[in-house]
């Protein structure tokens, strides 16, 4: 029996509806919930099978209730989002407030971040209370503010947003859930204080992890970065290089402290205490030797958990961990299932917003595929007994050794890979294909590591050199690993990347798998097996069906922030991507966190032409993830100034470089029925790089779309006798003062212009003046930093318009 399981089950799918759910009377929809259960067990009474059903209405919404007030709140006055609109007054440079460190600090490569509880704001002169919480970003590394350190900070609040495109990962979201509603980017801190804070447990905890910070730092070992970040948490400085090829072969999940590592810490204590206890008959007899070694392991599991500054999941790791060992105490631990419910409710309940992240979802993901398939795989793996004795002494002793520790850890890999890769695919659109191997080994080696980095840094108090010796083992076995797994992800198709499977298709593939290791224990899965293989096929065959094309010219402007990118689908489905955003700040890749995602979202794997309308980075920064992940097929541009890293990709496989403007001949002048025409540059005028863009028009029936790059009035002036009209116009320059001069923009005569522009950007694009003159020709004007990515559909015979976020 598991009544556990009916509990969990409502309430995490209740904290994943509650968006689409309004409650303005919580008390009564419970309580209406609650009234069901009766009348549901009157009705499925005699199928007592079924009973589980009746707890669900109750417990699904109080899993709506639970998460609702992150979703929405209702804020105090004074809580720091209603200061979000003085702070963003352009002459001045911000607004001074006070908090309290919660979480941080976490840094990557160019900055540091922060999480803080809001108390005074400065106003008016003087300070007065505030409240709620803030994620606050600032440049550079900082090392002077810690966890509960009080900090005064100057800068421009704003309330968490995305970019607004489909299949982007809801940015906005995610800190709302987590109770944050405003975010501050600051040049520095000010003033910090840790005198409120004194000597507290918070405070003893940031110095402990200070000195084992200290203690590796000023080591002689290698890849200090990797071996911080598996005992403190800290991944600031990890190698790029690195990470990656740790991410190509499934193993990411290895740098993050997790329930993999809480559980490699129980079990190496457990075992400790364990064999420690077995040396006394006193202890063996006053005590369960067993329970007694798993309680004990609790402690070096919660000391793991401090080490590793508590942030979330640290802290559901040791939950699941306390969790799993408080049921063996109760003697409630041999029903996996009820278990891993029980850890659930508890992080559901401490944390309502839990179901929505990534990092629980492939944790709980895992252990439920570990339970479920590794019994029902194993006797595919292991040798049975008749078969060893047939084999002599040195065949049953590998047989053996096959089966007590090959075949297990072989199972438990196998289990787990099976059960997150729909999500991993998901989320990251990658199925790692050499997952299976390089799990095998770095889990293993990482079992090793994590217990030695563990001891090394308690006796960093006591005893140097055995600390550093230790250290220094820690150093070489991830050396190990790290050869490993650079291996494993230098082979051809290591990874593969894949279009974002639909929740169908999640269904589908768990439902196969699901079936498939019951196709031997009753009839019924193997018509399930059939069944999913149909569903399967149908859904291949839809998406087939719809890469044909509809006979539409679809162009969508996705929203980057302040750059443009734009994906152009043809009526006979052929693909054009025209600039790839980008930034000035080089660890935000505008290619892999939103252009990527947008085409996989698509099912877009491929593109036939990608275009750069000039050589800056805001247009061409995403382009080479682009290039490396998609197959390109060609690539047009203006030919002036540098490519960069993309010119590299593009000549690394072999993909075809076509310099174009006007008087040069396109590859192409006819797709699907569109004409494709470049209007400019006609030679080297002598501009700047803006004023050189490439310019493109599609005309299909009685509509063009007019792509302008980052021109201004002297680009605009070079095409005064071009036939530039069109119904819509791209904006030039992000809607700039310096473009889209009043005579421009009547020879063009658009009906709709398209602003591509970042939210609240220090430029002030679009400029009101320029606004002013699209509306004085009564043009429709839609901006992406307000509607999001923008779609305009023609057949040739009329527009049809849509932002993401305003639809």
């Known amino acids: 029996m598991r009544p556990l399981v009916p509990v969990f089950i409502p309430l995490i799918i209740g904290t994943l509806l509650a968006p689409y759910i309004e409650l303005k009377d919580s008390a009564r929809y419970f309580l209406f919930a609650l009234s069901l259960s009766p009348l549901l067990i009157s009705l499925i009474r005699p199928l007592r099978r079924y009973g589980w059903i009746t707890v669900a209405p109750p ?90 350190d009080y900090a005064v900070f100057i800068g421009r609040l704003n309330e968490p947003f995305g970019f607004g495109n489909p299949g982007e990962f809801d940015y906005a979201a995610t800190l709302k859930r987590r109770g944050i509603y405003a975010t501050a980017f600051v040049k520095d801190v000010l003033l910090v204080s840790k005198a409120k804070e004194g000597s507290g447990p918070t405070r003893w905890v940031e110095n402990l992890r200070a000195r084992v910070r200290g203690f590796i730092d000023n080591s002689s070992t290698r890849h200090k970065e990797p071996l911080k970040a598996l005992i403190i948490g800290e991944q600031r400085g990890i190698e790029k290089g690195l990470r990656e090829a740790f991410a190509r072969t499934g193993t990411a999940h290895i740098l993050s402290i997790s329930g993999l590592h809480a559980g490699i810490v129980a079990f190496f204590f457990y075992r400790l205490f364990f064999s420690l206890l077995k040396l006394s008959e006193r202890a063996l007899l006053f005590f369960n030797a067993r329970k007694l070694a798993m309680l004990l392991a609790l402690g070096p599991v919660a000391v793991y958990g401090f080490l590793s500054g508590f942030p979330v999941p640290a802290e559901r790791a040791v939950i699941m961990v306390a969790a799993f060992i408080a049921t063996f105490m109760l003697n409630r631990g041999r029903d996996w299932f009820n278990v891993l419910a029980l850890a659930g409710i508890i992080i559901v309940l401490a944390y309502p917003h839990s179901a929505w992240d990534i990092s629980f979802q492939l944790s709980f993901a895992s252990v439920a595929g570990i339970i479920y398939l590794a019994p029902r795989l194993r006797k595919y793996l292991e040798i049975s007994d008749s078969k060893l004795k047939g084999r002599g002494r040195m065949g049953a002793f590998f047989g053996r050794l096959w089966n007590r520790s090959i075949a297990p850890a072989l199972l438990v890999t196998i289990s787990a890979s099976l059960a997150t890769a729909p999500l991993v695919a998901w989320h990251f659109n990658m199925v790692s294909l050499a997952g299976l191997f390089a799990n095998m080994i770095a889990v293993p080696v990482s079992a090793l590591i994590i217990p030695l980095l563990f001891i090394s840094s308690f006796l960093s108090f006591l005893w140097q050199w055995p600390a550093e010796a ?9 050396e190990i690993m790290a050869r490993v797994i650079r291996f494993f992800s230098s082979l051809p198709f290591s990874s593969i990347r894949v279009t974002t499977p639909t929740l169908l298709e999640i269904a589908l593939l768990y439902a196969l798998a699901i079936a498939l290791v019951n196709v031997r224990r009753a009839r019924l899965p193997a018509f399930i097996v059939v069944g999913v293989f149909i569903a399967i096929l149908v859904d291949f065959g839809y998406w087939t069906y719809k890469a044909q094309g509809d006979g539409a010219l679809r162009a969508t402007f996705i929203s980057v922030g302040q750059g443009e990118s734009t994906l152009i689908e043809f009526p006979d489905n052929t693909r054009m991507l025209i600039d790839g955003g980008g930034g000035f700040k080089s660890e935000f890749d505008a290619g892999e966190r939103i252009v990527a995602p947008f085409l996989w979202s698509r099912k877009i794997s491929s593109i036939d032409y990608m275009v750069a309308s000039h050589a800056q980075l805001d247009h061409i920064g995403g382009l080479k993830f682009i290039a490396d992940n998609f197959g390109v097929k060609e690539f047009w541009w203006n030919g002036v100034g540098d490519l960069k890293g993309l010119g590299d990709s593009l000549a690394e496989r072999g993909v075809p470089i076509t310099v174009v403007g006007r008087g040069r001949k396109l590859p192409v002048d006819d797709v699907g029925g569109v004409r494709v025409e470049a209007l400019h540059p006609l030679k080297d005028y002598g501009f700047d790089t803006n004023n050189m863009s490439l310019v493109l028009r599609l005309t299909y029936g009685r509509d063009g779309i007019l792509f302008t790059g980052d021109i201004g009035e002297e680009g605009e002036g070079a095409l005064a006798g071009e036939d530039t009209k069109a119904t819509v116009l791209k904006a030039p320059h992000h809607g700039s ?49 307000l509607d999001g990515a923008i779609t305009i559909e023609t057949r040739g015979k009329g527009l049809q318009v849509s932002g993401y976020l305003t639809r």
């Open 59 to 148: 417990f699904f919404v109080i899993g709506v209730l639970l998460i609702s007030p992150y979703i929405r709140p209702e804020l105090p006055a004074n809580h720091i989002k209603n200061f979000i609109q003085e702070s963003t007054d352009r002459d001045t440079p911000g607004i001074a407030f006070e908090g309290r460190v919660l979480q941080g600090p976490e840094y990557s490569s160019e900055r540091t971040r922060f999480e803080i509880e809001a108390n005074r704001v400065l106003r008016g002169g003087g300070w007065h209370e505030a409240t709620g919480k803030a994620l606050v970003t600032i440049d550079g590394h900082v090392d002077t503010v810690t966890k509960g």
């Open 470 to 478: 230790l250290l220094a083992l820690s150093g070489l076995l991830f």
């Open 737 to 785: 003062k310096s473009s889209s001069k009043l005579r421009f923009i009547q020879k063009v005569a658009p009906s709709v212009v398209v602003v591509s522009a970042g939210r609240n950007n220090r430029f002030g694009f679009p400029n009101k003046e320029t606004l002013e003159r699209y509306s004085s020709v009564k043009a429709r004007v839609f901006r992406t930093d």
